[in-house]
Every structure is written in structure tokens, then in C-alpha cells.
């Protein structure tokens, strides 16, 4: 009887150590998943506020684009046109003969 109360014993003392080592593993495995929530929160955080920029930006690019086009479209208004006309003198056409030159593939303009 005294033989089975001493394994008795140890495997209580053994039992009590793989508990620990059980415990101290789930503690471990927790930390581990709470620092890497923390990262990928922080990471989400910061790349949200690089997404809200750069949303931000492209709303004003577009609205510089507008109103780019807005002007672009004002300039090229025929009363613009006519109003520019003076400044740079009237134009004259000039008669045009394009001669293709099939082989070489050149072109030549004659103007008279």
C-alpha cells in the first residue's frame, strides 16, 4: 500500500506542474491574441485616416477639374473667340495641296 500512495503523490506533484505549465500557456496564448488585436486595430485606425485624406483630395481634384473644364469651355466660346480676334490680327486661309507619296510614306504640304 505505501507503493501506491507514493505514486499517488507524485502524480498529484506532477499533475500540479502540468497545470501550471497549462496555465501559463493560456495566459501566453491570451496575450498573444490581445497585442495582436492592438495591432490591428491600430493599423485599421491609421490606414482609415489615410483612406479619409486621400477621399478628400479627390473631391477637391474633382472639383478643381470642373471648374477647369468651366473655364476651358468659356474660352472657347465663340464670343471669346471673336473678342481674342483682334489682339492677334486676322487670319488669312491659305490654300493647301497635300502630296502622299505612297512609297516612302511622307507627306508634303504646298502652300501657295
Do not use: H, W
Request: a positive charge; glycine letters at 6%.
Amino acid at each position: 500500500m505505501r507503493r501506491v500512495k507514493q505514486t499517488t503523490q507524485s502524480g498529484s506533484v506532477r499533475g500540479s506542474a502540468v497545470t501550471k505549465r497549462m496555465f501559463m500557456l493560456v495566459i501566453g496564448l491570451v496575450l498573444v491574441f490581445v497585442f495582436v488585436q492592438f495591432l490591428k486595430l491600430s493599423t485599421v485606425g491609421r490606414i482609415g485616416n489615410e483612406i479619409a485624406a486621400i477621399k478628400t483630395e479627390q473631391k477637391q481634384l474633382e472639383l478643381d477639374n470642373e471648374l477647369l473644364k468651366a473655364e476651358i469651355n468659356k474660352l472657347k466660346s465663340p464670343s471669346n473667340l471673336e473678342s481674342a480676334l483682334p489682339t492677334y490680327g486676322e487670319f488669312v486661309s491659305v490654300p493647301v495641296e497635300v502630296i502622299s507619296l505612297e512609297r516612302s510614306n511622307e507627306v508634303a504640304i504646298i502652300t501657295e
